[in-house]
């Protein structure tokens, strides 16, 4: 792991850029004399490490006391994509314009991007948890599909918290009954591109006894800002 830049932002935090062979990331830790817990945080369907929304939360994170890190995996972000992984793209492009059913296209876009970040995702944690500053245990946060993926392979994963906003392929839904570390999924209950009865199901699909569903009104976009104080206090009981 090399880092490339940081800069001490204004409630202490330190932001660093970091590369990992081909991948890019971010890490966020906060001032503190002891190794802290660490947040694994990825943002939904191949979506840029850089969105606005996923550094807010990066930062408000690690200035709770958690080392928070992102990186843009294979197929995301900036880093190329496949001509396979374009064309599935534009046919779901002009299939949304058109109307047209677009389930089984989602699954030949999200399916591939779950399988390629997860090896990365997990090259990514082997390297955080050598650094001094991290301790663990560690949680996750963020784009479900892939966050049950990782659950259910990677043991050092002890919480996840789930937005229910991006499409679950077949492969994820089938695997949701391994889930058995603590989770904690935020549903917006008008999501516009999320069958709410489909995230309901899943929530119940999960395996862990101890699951929590926190749904506020609104569309994709509409999470409210008190969703992050839930989010912090779940983490809060299971890494602290």
């Given at each position: ?189 008008d999501d516009e591109g999320n069958p ?45």
């Open positions: 792991m090399r880092f490339t830049s940081e800069q001490r932002l204004d409630d202490g935090v330190l932001e660093r850029e970091f590369t990992l062979g081909e991948i890019p990331g971010t890490l966020w830790t906060p001032e503190s004399a002891a190794p802290v817990p660490l947040i694994l945080m990825a943002h939904n369907n191949g979506l840029p490490k850089s969105l606005a929304r996923l550094v807010a939360r990066g930062r408000y994170t690690a200035a709770h006391g958690y080392a928070v890190a992102t990186i843009d995996a294979v197929g995301c972000g900036d880093r190329p994509r496949s001509a396979a992984d374009e064309q599935a793209r534009t046919e779901l492009r002009r299939a949304m314009q058109a109307g047209e059913p677009v389930d089984e296209i989602f699954e030949s876009v999200v399916g591939p991007l779950v399988e390629n970040a997860v090896p990365e995702w997990r090259t990514t944690l082997d390297a955080l948890l050598a650094l001094p500053e991290i301790g663990g245990p560690v949680g996750y946060s963020g784009w479900m599909a892939l966050g049950i993926r990782l659950a259910v392979v990677e043991p050092r994963i002890a919480a996840a918290g789930f937005f229910a906003g991006g499409f679950v392929p077949r492969a994820q839904r089938e695997e949701a009954p391994q889930v058995t570390s603590p989770v904690l999924v935020l549903l917006q209950w709410r009865q489909r995230a309901l199901d899943l929530f119940d699909a999960f395996g862990t006894k101890e699951k929590t569903l926190l749904a506020n009104m609104g569309g994709h976009t509409g999470t409210p800002w008190f969703a992050g104080e839930d989010a912090i206090r779940f983490f809060g009981r299971h890494l602290k």
